[in-house]
């Protein structure tokens, strides 16, 4: 999955959970929570890899192949997440009141999809 992949799902997986609260706080009964975690269940499905491991694998061994199997993917949502969070971050940090966070978040997706985080630093 591409970067800008995962920073779509990331932004739609934070911007369902901010209807999810809004909704439990205007006291909503909707089942919004089960959503939220299909899209989030959705996103692991996809980018965790299938793992095998040999019957006679010692636990270092299977550590080892767990780590290195894992390692790039729960790097690349991990940072999807830091790069959201710090989006938000800079917003509040900065005082701005004339943007809500669904706002931040929308500008984030608009610059995801002009490509502005297609190339740098976040390998995999």
């Known amino acids: 999955m ?3 992949d995962v920073l779509r799902r990331v932004i739609g997986i934070l911007t369902e959970a901010q ?3 809004r909704a439990a706080e205007a006291g909503s009964d909707a089942d919004a929570p089960a959503e939220t975690a299909g899209v989030a269940t959705q996103l692991l499905n996809e980018m965790l890899p299938s793992i095998s491991v040999p019957a006679d694998a010692s636990p270092q061994q299977v550590a080892t192949l767990v780590a290195q199997a894992l390692g790039p993917a729960l790097h690349t949502m991990v940072s999807g997440f830091s790069l959201a969070f710090t989006s938000l971050a800079i917003a509040h940090d900065d005082g701005r009141t004339d943007i809500s ?3 931040v978040l929308q500008e984030l997706a608009l610059e995801v999809e ?6 740098g630093p976040w390998e995999t």
């Open 114 to 119: 002009a490509g502005t985080y297609d190339e």
């Open 2 to 4: 591409e970067r800008a």
């Open 19 to 21: 209807d999810i609260r």
């Open 101 to 103: 966070s669904i706002e």
